[in-house]
């Protein structure tokens, strides 16, 4: 990759393949009220810059049509004001980072998670799916980044992401 193209401005900080994409809202404003109405959030989804050519950035993420990746046009990108960008404090593998997107691409969604996510806050059962079989976006990256939480990665809310301390915001 032309190395020119691998970083991109975003205000003092570049914006680098393996950062965190943090967002606040979605396109389904019913789906993102709840999703923030439940987790006590402003998150609402989440993904992985994995890519960055010319005026284009590839964010792999978890989304209705299953786990894909998903081109943005720069500038689009990093002045939407519902969009937050972190970087990880820690080592990251790039080639590990693409193999897990690539292992995973097209994974269906994990509509069931979101139950599984209720029923372990509100009564600790542990409802394992393992993802295996389908993936929530919040899921795919504490896999993708292999971040260790307390609890199994399939309860990992958006919230829970930027409140570790393993990344920084930009």
Known sequence: MNELYTKIKLGFEELKMGD???YKG?????LA???QTYTDSQYTHCGIVIS???????VAEAQSIGFTTITYDYPNLVEDPNLEFWRPKFALNIDELHKFVKD???????WINYITIVLYDLFGWE??????????????????????FKKPYE????EDIPQTKW???L
């Open 167 to 169: 990344f920084k915001r």
């Open 20 to 22: 965190l994409v943090m």
């Open 104 to 110: 995973n691409k097209g994974k269906p969604y994990g």
């Open 52 to 58: 960055i050519e010319e005026s284009k950035v590839v």
């Open 33 to 35: 009220k709840l999703i």
């Open 155 to 158: 309860f990992v809310t958006p």
């Open 127 to 148: 409802l394992f799916l393992d993802g295996t079989d389908s993936m929530v976006c919040s899921e795919a990256v504490a896999r993708a980044y292999k971040l260790k």
């Open 26 to 30: 979605l396109y389904n404003p019913k």
